[in-house]
């Protein structure tokens, strides 16, 4: 049997069968890379060959939209190109989440944003956002393809340090064309979201760390880094999470929070890092001290009760309070030093917005992720939904009486160090080279978290690694 384009299908009941289909083919069609996969996921439904399914999959674009219809472009990957994009009333949304999400939290997520997807069509009916929870580890690859051909997600919410690579591969744009209300924003969030002059994406949450503990098993918290070494050495069992940007948070205790100039004199800054290194030399041969990089790890003790306190990140909220119980769950400032507070860094998660999306899918999409940073619905997301801790809203305010566990992110947040992309790429000539900018970006985090390493397992001595990472983070700042 074949299909054409440039006419519809004579059969009514043929024809009532793909409109029934539409939802099914919007939902998936968008994340296809090519024709081959395609056709290897319709397979599952009985489809033998890619011809039954690309004469399938046209005859049901036939029947759900209006022929010429200029919202179709795009919907396919370039192989056909005479079809069109999903209609305009449709957005596809990407959650990127990090390999630490227990399988419960991400259907959490899912649940939440199909509700928030489902709210925003009743206030703008005949809307629809399609919502899709993607690993990180597979996400570059996925959308490297998908942006070759001309296609992908209307909008990726992510860490903003994918937004560098992002932009490099050719999948954003750049949102000073639309007119945006930033002022209800905070500083730190809107930091991470401009990059070499320009706005690419707007801030919906912020993540940082706090100290996580199990109040069945804590008596006394303590307020500084001597207080929980001594607790430890009273047998009260300490995760920390390790790695440079992971155990930044200690950096502050001993007056050296700032990653780069001129905040800090760079000196004081390296003596600083050499001496959190050191006490977290001290602290590792500790017998109830665990500094690990498995976060999953870590996690999983903490909620079968075998760790009385953890270095937690404030996304893990919802897995530790389902595994140790919310009766149990506590979290309290990170302990400070006798220089100062404890100062984490502090992530933003943006959603950033695909270039090959029509200006009309563009401001639907704009004003969904207005709809979902707006005070009322950041409220509810994080008293009722679990979502997040953090707003970026700053005008979103919690009574941490009621909300103790927002709270104390919120107040540990008063103290945080947020990074901004520019200030890590730092020279102007690199800037406008996006590509050395990346690639400079991601080798700067990997060779400082190898000189930490190095340094933690004796390879080299502390003054080295701080040395070293200091340069690395000077270099950027360094005059010709």
Same mark, same amino acid.
């Given at each position: 049997m074949a299909f054409a384009l440039e006419q519809r299908l004579p059969l009514k009941l043929l024809f009532s069968a793909f409109q029934a289909f539409c939802p099914v083919l919007r939902e998936h069609l968008w994340h296809f890379r090519n024709i081959s996969e395609a056709s290897c996921y319709m397979k599952q439904f009985g489809f033998k060959t890619s011809q039954w399914f690309l004469g399938m999959l046209l005859g049901g674009l036939t029947a759900c939209y209006p022929l010429g219809d200029s919202s179709l472009k795009s919907a396919l990957p370039s192989q056909v190109a005479t079809l069109h994009r999903v209609p305009q009333s449709t957005i596809t949304l990407l959650i990127v989440l990090n390999q630490d999400y227990s399988e419960a939290h991400r259907r959490a997520i899912m649940r939440v944003f199909r509700?928030? =997807?489902?709210?925003? =069509?009743?206030?703008?009916?005949? *809307?629809? $956002?399609?919502? &899709?929870?993607?690993?990180?580890?597979?996400?570059? %690859?996925?959308?490297? +393809?998908?942006?070759?051909?001309?296609? %992908?997600?209307?909008?990726?919410? *992510?860490?903003?340090?994918? /937004?560098?690579?992002? +932009?490099? $591969?050719?999948?954003?744009?750049?949102?000073?064309?639309?007119?945006?209300?930033?002022?209800?924003? &905070?500083?730190?969030? /809107?930091?991470?979201?401009?990059?070499?002059?320009?706005?690419?994406? $707007?801030?919906?949450?912020?993540?940082?760390? =706090?100290?996580?503990?199990?109040?069945? +098993?804590? +008596?006394?918290?303590p307020s500084t880094l001597n207080e929980l070494i001594l607790q430890a050495r009273q047998g009260y069992s300490v995760g920390i999470q390790s790695g440079f940007f992971a155990t930044f948070w200690g950096t502050g205790t001993f007056g050296g929070a700032s990653l780069f100039p001129p905040s800090v004199a760079p000196v004081r800054r390296q003596q600083a890092w050499q001496q959190w290194m050191d006490w977290l030399k001290v602290a590792q041969a500790e017998p109830n001290v665990i500094l690990s990089t498995d976060t999953i790890a870590l996690q999983q003790a903490f909620s079968r009760g075998q760790l009385a306190y953890l270095t937690c990140e404030s996304s893990w909220i919802p897995y530790l309070r389902e595994g140790l119980g919310p009766e149990k769950l506590g979290v309290v400032l990170l302990p400070r030093g006798e220089q100062g507070p404890a100062t984490p860094l502090i992530y933003s998660s943006t959603a950033l917005f695909n270039r090959f999306s029509s200006p009309a899918q563009t401001e639907l999409a704009l004003r969904f992720i207005q709809f979902l940073s707006n005070t009322e619905q950041q409220k509810k997301l994080i008293t009722e939904k679990g979502v997040a801790n953090i707003s970026s809203n700053k005008r979103v305010i919690l009574d941490p009486r009621l909300y103790p566990i927002a709270g104390t992110f919120l107040q540990q947040s008063q103290t945080a160090e947020a990074v901004s992309l520019d200030m890590f790429i730092g020279k102007e000539d690199m800037r406008k080279n996006s590509n050395n900018a990346a690639q400079y970006y991601w080798e700067s985090v990997k060779n400082i978290e190898r000189y930490y390493q190095k340094a933690l397992v004796g390879e080299i001595s502390t003054a080295e690694a701080a040395r070293s990472i200091s340069q690395l983070l000077n270099r950027p700042w360094e005059k010709k």
């Open positions: 509700e928030l =997807a489902s709210t925003f =069509a009743q206030v703008y009916p005949g *809307t629809q $956002i399609i919502p &899709r929870v993607l690993d990180n580890e597979f996400f570059l %690859g996925q959308i490297a +393809k998908q942006t070759e051909l001309g296609f %992908g997600p209307d909008v990726i919410l *992510t860490s903003f340090e994918q /937004l560098p690579i992002l +932009k490099q $591969i050719g999948t954003l744009q750049s949102l000073d064309q639309y007119p945006i209300d930033l002022s209800a924003f &905070r500083e730190d969030a /809107l930091k991470q979201v401009t990059y070499q002059g320009q706005l690419y994406g $707007i801030p919906l949450f912020l993540h940082l760390q =706090a100290l996580c503990y199990n109040k069945s +098993k804590v +008596k006394q918290l």
